[in-house]
T-cell receptor, first 113, second 115 residues
Framework: GNSVTQMEGPVTLSEEAFLTINCTYT??????LFWYVQYPGEGLQLLLK?????DKGSNKGFEATYRKETTSFHLEKGSVQVSDSAVYFC????????????FGGGTRVLVKP | GAVVSQHPSWVICKSGTSVKIECRSL??????MFWYRQFPKQSLMLMAT?????????EQGVEKDKFLINHASLTLSTLTVTSAHPEDSSFYIC???????????FGPGTRLTVT
């Protein structure tokens, strides 16, 4: 079956530091890949997505590239802010409407001023 | 666009009572809705998938008689936790899918505390 593995947190870093959160997946065929972010006390928000190999998703300074050869979708941001403190979830889905999302375990990121 | 709301945002109930949580798609028709449960500092666990007008499909290990899901219209799904117990305390999140799109739009979640 499908699965998503992401690095465990918490990840603590200083403002303006470089952030990488690793995510690898197992799936048959060509899944769509997502990063969701959950700010404290809030629901999940879609951060970015990629639907085919070599696609790069980007939003709010975050980027992730769909690497089929390494089955990875690592999230990166060059200069984090305190407001980026949140839990980040890597996820995948396959096929058409109604398919289930498979989530990774989530990575908590804490950015200190 | 693609806004999903949940009501209530938090609820406290006594053990043995039932609680209903509503999930609404505000500006689109949700052909499929999903219900998740999230424990503190953990990932989301899919409980069930519901299509408008059909019975929900529950994930393995989820008691369908305890967690009643109704998807009576294209903009509303409800989750009723029946005979709630303290171990049902959790953060319940719904999401909605639109048409043939693979994307899901998440509600803000409902925190349930059973005393």
């Amino acid at each position: 079956g499908n699965s998503v593995t992401q690095m465990e947190g918490p990840v603590t870093l200083s403002e303006e530091a470089f952030l990488t959160i690793n995510c690898t997946y197992t799936a048959t065929g060509y899944p769509s890949l997502f990063w969701y972010v959950q700010y404290p006390g809030e629901g999940l928000q879609l951060l970015l997505k990629a639907t085919k190999a070599d696609d790069k998703g980007s939003n709010k300074g975050f980027e992730a590239t769909y690497r089929k050869e390494t089955t990875s979708f690592h999230l990166e941001k060059g200069s984090v802010q305190v407001s980026d403190s949140a839990v980040y979830f890597c996820a995948l889905t396959r096929g058409a409407a109604g398919n289930k999302l498979t989530f990774g375990g989530g990575t908590r990121v804490l950015v200190k001023p | 666009g693609a806004v999903v709301s949940q009501h209530p945002s938090w609820v406290i109930c006594k053990s043995g009572t039932s609680v209903k949580i509503e999930c609404r798609s505000l500006d689109f028709q949700a052909t499929t809705m999903f219900w998740y449960r999230q424990f503190p500092k953990q990932s989301l666990m899919l409980m069930a998938t519901s299509n408008e007008g059909s019975k929900a499909t529950y994930e393995q290990g989820v008691e369908k008689d305890k967690f009643l899901i109704n998807h009576a219209s294209l903009t509303l799904s409800t989750l009723t936790v029946t005979s709630a117990h303290p171990e049902d305390s959790s953060f319940y999140i719904c999401s909605a899918g639109q048409g043939r799109s693979y994307e899901q739009y998440f509600g803000p979640g409902t925190r349930l505390t059973v005393t």
